[in-house]
């Protein structure tokens, strides 16, 4: 069974604070890793799909790295603001699946206190 | 643009009760996806569709039925409900793969089965 953790599952942080959080999946057959965006009552929105190891995205103040080799990658959310405030969902994707099968994480639930 | 809807919003059904799920697109999208939210769980695959009149099956696809008989839609019907398919119901699509394209999710049916 293949298993996606991420962690911590819930964070506090004060606006203005830097964080990141992790997102573990099965270092073999690694195919793709995507970072979702999901706030309360609205749909999980796309942040960055990732495929190479050692590859870093970056959209605003919000960046990820991947190591597929260790099976880890990371979220960074820098100077964080009230509106990041959201469940951050990290989805593997191995070699062989079927098509549509991404694997989802339970997710890190952010809040940012103003 | 309305993206990835959904119909219903919210409904309440008794055990053995049958209803369709309603997902509608207007991205030209090829691939959609049902999944199921439950408390304390990542989202999961119920069933796919990697184009009209093709469809097949999730990580869950028990007691759940698909239909794509049009492009822009994809239907989710459960025969007899069971207060176990209680969750929210999560529709999703993509221009391709899964495996490396964003996906874009809709609201989310809301479903208690009593």
């Known amino acids: 069974i293949l298993n996606v953790e991420q962690s911590p599952q819930s964070l506090h942080v004060q606006e203005g604070d830097s964080t990141n959080f992790t997102c573990s999946f099965p270092s073999s057959n690694f195919y793709a890793l995507h970072w979702y965006r999901w706030e309360t009552a609205k749909s999980p929105e796309a942040l960055f799909v990732m495929t190479l190891n050692g590859d870093e995205k970056k959209k605003g103040r919000i960046s990820a790295t991947l190591n597929t080799k260790e099976g880890y990658s990371y979220l960074y959310i820098k100077g964080s603001q009230p509106e990041d405030s959201a469940t951050y969902l990290c989805a593997f994707v191995n070699y062989g699946g079927s098509q549509g099968n991404l694997i989802f994480g339970k997710g890190t639930k952010l809040s940012v206190k103003p | 643009n309305a993206g990835v809807t959904q119909t219903p919003k919210f409904r309440v059904l008794k055990t053995g009760q049958s209803m369709t799920l309603l997902c509608a697109q207007d991205?030209?999208?090829?691939?959609m996806y049902w999944y199921r939210q439950d408390p304390g769980m990542g989202l999961r695959l119920i069933h796919y569709?990697?184009?009209?009149?093709t469809t097949a099956k999730g990580e869950v696809p028990d007691g759940y039925n698909v239909s794509r008989l049009k492009k822009q839609n994809f239907l989710l019907g459960l025969e007899s409900a069971a207060p176990s398919q209680t969750s929210v119901y999560f529709c999703?699509?993509?221009w391709g793969q899964g495996h490396v394209e964003t996906q874009y999710f809709g609201p989310g049916t809301r479903l208690l089965v009593l």
């Open positions: 999703a699509s993509s």
């Open positions: 991205m030209n999208h090829e691939y």
């Open positions: 569709s990697v184009g009209e009149g």
